[in-house]
């Protein structure tokens, strides 16, 4: 077994309504200045929860974070600025992936030397000065436990990873509450990337049973919920069962990370504006059917997680396992192909050359990715 080492945050804070007991935290009463960056939607709902730390008699700046996709380098700088001006010595992040990776980010780099372009990379932060509450209101990254930030590099339409322990959160609540208003579409295609977390770690070639149990605990409460969460926003069961998933798949992000689902996502994402999510959830199946000979009995485990009670060779167990995902996303109305998200024949020379260069995913792949298996594996997709 190799060394391995998990970092998480200090609290993990879980279940419904666990948001009121946010002024609480240890991390806000130690604080003088508090800045929450809150996505739009989520304005509203965190109102109460303002007020309540304001009369502390703290000083709470509410910064209201409205971009799509992934933040870039110039969004993070304008909000850096903000936040050197205000000197907190707390930041609370509030909505999805890219909100949580920008509060992390803000948390770093605020009155530090250090500029995004020095710490683009893997380990190269120095360190962090303030303290970092994030509270997520997907069920689809795990950012609110992982080290993981991502930008998008607005010049070259490339990804940036950017990861380092750091990042962590020194606290995370996380209330299903707040994913409630979350639309079908998005809870679809963040639910998807969540299990895609969940499922390349388990399949990947740095597994680790340390991280198996998160995997496969997540595997199950993402496929077991996920339909339901979409089509009853309100059932707040299965919206704590895929919110608790998804943090499982963050937990796997750390140590192990994702691999071709994902390096093979970053072109369209980079390039062509696909959400992360949606361009996960069309990729999975498709990649992993050409993973699967790498490793049949790994990918069966993962389709008993998903449900499969066939029995026969781990291959045919496998196969079963990757129809139920294409199942999950049909009946999550998930599209099928790349022709559904706007991607032609022509595009797929430039989507291999990007995934081509995301060798830090590629590496942990289970079998060998060649620029012609990415070209095969995108035009089976057309
Ligand atoms: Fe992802």
């Known amino acids: 077994m190799e060394p391995i080492t ?7 804070v879980f279940g419904k309504d666990v948001i009121n007991t946010l002024p609480e935290a240890t991390e806000i009463k130690q604080s003088q200045r508090v800045l929450c960056v809150v996505a739009t939607p989520l304005l509203k709902a965190m109102e109460s929860v303002v007020q309540a730390i304001q009369e502390r008699g703290i000083t709470l700046n509410v910064l209201e974070y409205n971009y799509v996709g992934e933040p870039t380098f110039k969004q993070v700088n304008s909000l850096l600025e903000v936040s050197e001006a205000f000197r907190p010595d707390c930041i609370i992040g509030v909505g999805g992936g890219s909100v949580l990776d920008c509060a992390k980010l803000l948390a770093a780099l605020t009155h530090n030397p250090q500029t995004l372009t020095d710490v683009s ?11 970092l509450i994030c509270v997520p209101t997907t069920s689809g990254t795990g950012s609110e436990v992982s080290p993981n930030a991502i930008l998008l590099n607005e010049e070259t339409a490339a990804k940036v990873g950017i990861i380092s322990p750091f990042l962590v959160p020194d606290a995370c609540y996380l209330d299903p509450v707040l994913t409630v208003s979350l639309p079908p579409k998005l809870t679809a295609e963040t639910g998807i990337d969540a299990l895609s977390h969940c499922i390349e770690a388990f399949t990947n070639k740095f597994a680790h049973p340390m991280i198996d149990i998160y995997a496969l605990k997540g595997i199950k409460l993402i496929s077991e919920n996920l339909k339901q969460a979409c089509v009853k926003g309100s059932d707040i069961e299965a919206r704590a069962a895929v919110l608790l998933g998804a943090m499982y798949g963050g937990l796997c992000l750390g140590p192990v990370n994702t691999a071709a689902v994902h390096a093979l996502s970053y072109g369209l994402g980079g390039k062509f504006h696909v959400p992360h999510g949606l ?3 069309v990729l999975m199946p498709e990649v992993l059917r050409f993973n699967m000979p790498a490793n049949p009995e790994r990918h069966a485990e993962v389709a008993r997680a998903l449900g499969v009670t066939v029995t026969g060779d781990a291959s045919a167990v496998a196969l079963a396992g990757i129809a139920r995902i294409e199942q999950l996303g049909k009946d999550c109305g998930i599209p099928q192909r790349l022709t559904d998200i706007g991607i032609t024949k022509t595009d797929i020379p430039e989507l291999a050359t990007i995934a081509m260069k995301v060798t830090r ?10 620029e012609a298996d990415a070209i095969g594996i995108y035009e089976k997709l057309l």
């Not at 990379?121 to 303290?131: F, S, T």
């Open 361 to 370: 995913l590629l590496k942990n792949n289970p079998r060998t990715v060649t």
């Open 121 to 131: 990379g893997i380990g190269l932060l120095n360190g962090r000065n303030i303290a």
């Open 279 to 281: 361009a996960n959830a």
């Open 6 to 12: 998990l970092l998480q945050p200090k609290s993990i």
